[in-house]
């Protein structure tokens, strides 16, 4: 297979043996920029992906870099939680000039931890999940990187192995900010009330979880990392045309992360 193009938003496509047509393009209204939900880029998406012309795994990587732009910290390495976030700790270490070391292994005979029935069993799944890497780290300071911390019960168990396991000190990056509102497009995200960022424990979330210190990427961060790359290719693409052409606007929908929905809610 190979990629031939992205669906519009709003279009229609049939798909034959023959060709690839396009049935209907649903009009947005005049002057509404597009909407795409920027969470597809920071978790939900596979790193292959192209959304808008850019591929998921470049744009993970330029939020880690933009993340060690606004939360440097002196430390020994950079590693993750495999896998999600690798992409944004390659891009962080890049950038802060830190080796990017392995210090967790997926144990591949494990089930998912998020549908384990409780809360108990979710936090015993981690520990089974992982196998310590305890070489690569003992006796030094860890930057770990998180795509997303929404309830802040997965990282804290991981913070304890690696301590446990050795690590000096252990402070929690997140390639992304803080979702704190619900999201009424389609993606399932947990009540206000579960959203760790709502909670009386975020103003110490570092205490909370064990780490040194926790760090969120900004709101203009991410939407930075994710639109360097199209307004680039849009003015290049216009410098190329003799008459100045309609670019449609650049629009990510937030909602989640600032509660500006991108359509008026009916209630």
């Not at 920029?33 to 920071?42: D, G, K, Q, T």
């Not at 880690?64 to 732009?69: C, S, T």
């Not at 290049?236 to 937030?254: A, P, R, W």
Request: proline residues 6%.
């Amino acid at each position: 297979s190979r990629y031939y193009r992205e669906v519009l938003p709003g279009e229609i496509v049939k798909i034959s043996r023959y060709d690839v047509q396009t049935l209907d393009v649903v009009p947005r209204p005049e002057g509404d920029p597009s909407a795409f939900c920027i969470f597809e880029y920071v978790y939900f998406a596979r790193p292959d992906s192209i959304f808008e012309g850019q591929m998921v795994y470049s744009v993970r990587r330029r939020c880690g870099q933009q993340l060690a732009i606004e939360a440097p910290v002196e430390a020994d390495l950079v590693s993750t939680v495999p896998e999600s976030a690798t992409p944004a700790a390659l891009g962080y270490a890049q950038k802060c000039g830190l080796p990017y070391v392995e210090v967790l292994c997926k144990n591949r005979y494990v089930g998912r931890t998020f549908i384990q029935p409780n809360m108990r069993l979710r936090q015993l799944g981690v520990a089974k999940k992982f196998g310590v890497l305890s070489d690569n780290f003992k006796g030094k300071r860890v930057v770990i990187i998180d795509d997303s911390i929404v309830r802040g019960n997965t990282i804290s168990p991981i913070i304890k192995l690696l301590r446990e396991s050795g690590a000096k000190e252990v402070h929690i990056r997140v390639a992304s900010p803080p979702i704190r509102f619900p999201c009424y497009m389609g993606i399932n995200i947990p009540t206000k009330e579960e959203l760790i960022a709502n909670r009386p424990e975020f103003h110490d979330l570092a205490n909370y979880i064990g780490a040194d210190s926790v760090v969120y990427l900004s709101v203009e961060g991410l939407v930075s990392s994710v639109q360097e790359s199209i307004k680039a290719r849009q003015e290049n693409e216009n410098s190329l045309k003799t008459q100045k052409s309609h670019v449609g606007k650049i629009g990510h929908c937030t909602a989640c992360l600032t509660g500006e929905y991108p359509v008026e809610l009916e209630w």
